[in-house]
Nanobody, 119 residues
Framework: VQLQASGGGLVQPGGSLRLSCAAS????????VAWYRQAPGKNRELVAS???????TYVDSVKGRFTISRDNAKNMVYLGMNSLKPEDTAAYFC??????????????WGRGTQVTVSS
């Protein structure tokens, strides 16, 4: 099982980006999925998560600006980011709780995709 994140880039303050994360491999089940971020010199923080039923949660700093969504049929998770601020600059990582066809439930991580908000 592998996770591949994409969609990062350089954007001006107030701009928007949409991150995508796709899980590939022999997947038998998918539970909670989430996006984390890590800025230089800071700890990784949970930005948003969404349950299998579609219930999202967000860290306070992104509420009203970010939207997490998922496509269970495609094993994908998205993060729509609007009104971006310089403090949103970080490497963004997706994480999924996956059951492989031959294995047990475990958390998988994608490589980070860099988001830089700067004028």
């Amino acid at each position: 099982v592998q996770l591949q994140a994409s969609g990062g880039g350089l954007v001006q303050p107030g701009g928007s980006l949409r991150l995508s994360c796709a899980a590939s491999g022999d997947i038998a089940g998918l539970k909670n999925v989430a996006w984390y971020r890590q800025a230089p010199g800071k700890n990784r923080e949970l930005v948003a998560s969404i349950t299998t039923g579609g219930a999202p949660t967000y860290v306070d700093s992104v509420k009203g600006r970010f939207t997490i969504s998922r496509d269970n049929a495609k094993n994908m998770v998205y993060l729509g980011m609007n009104s971006l601020k310089p403090e949103d600059t970080a490497a963004y990582f997706c994480s999924m709780n996956i059951l492989p066809l031959r294995g047990t439930w475990a958390d998988y991580w994608g490589r980070g995709t860099q988001v830089t908000v700067s004028s």
